[in-house]
């Protein structure tokens, strides 16, 4: 069966007050789709990264009072888990669904990833095409909605962004697409796997650049 998108009661999962009912409505609405997705984007992402990636859907297991604010399915190179890796996501908060690359503070990676954004700073500004600017962001901290406009960085966000990947042990980057929720490109299932291959695409050189 073709992926069907995401529709207006996947994200008002999130404003179901509890963990264990907000748990049941994300397992019974939202983890299918994310499962489904983990396995069609495999393929394409292994040829692209030229070893075989696997995904992993968020469980959440470690919660026992808070109920997730955001859910997703993460691909990494590497079967037993993908946080100490750099990796490609999608998920959602309760406003849009984000497509993004990846460096969180489990991994030893954002060393290499912070001296990469410094030597190809130009590269890195020239990432995302044009006409797209507005839909990328860069974000420091993977629990929190929002970040910055990769039309508004600039250089010195830039620079800021490796300087505390490189030097605070806690840090984390991620870069990628931001889709709000009312955009009809959600609720095509087809179209929406093309840009999220679409985006991978332009996000993988910034993943290279992490090994």
Known sequence: MDFQGFDEKDFAVFEIEGLEPRMNALIANVR????????????????????????????????????????????????RGYKALPHFQVGMFADYLFIVMAVIYE??????????????????????????????????????PGGTKHSELGPDGLSAIAERLGSVKKSEVLCGRFLQKGDPLLKDGGKLVQTIEETFETLLPLYKMAF
């Open 32 to 79: 299918p789709k994310l499962d489904e997705l983990g396995r069609t984007l495999a393929p394409f992402l292994s040829a692209a990264c030229g070893e075989e990636m696997f995904p992993h859907v968020a469980k959440h297991a470690r919660r026992t009072v808070h109920p997730p604010a955001d859910t997703w399915v993460a691909w990494a190179a590497s079967k």
């Open 107 to 144: 991994s030893p990676n954002k060393t290499v990833l912070a001296e990469s954004l410094r030597k190809h700073e130009l590269q890195v500004a020239n990432l995302v095409p044009n006409g797209l600017q507005e839909q990328f962001y860069w974000s420091v901290d993977h629990t929190k």
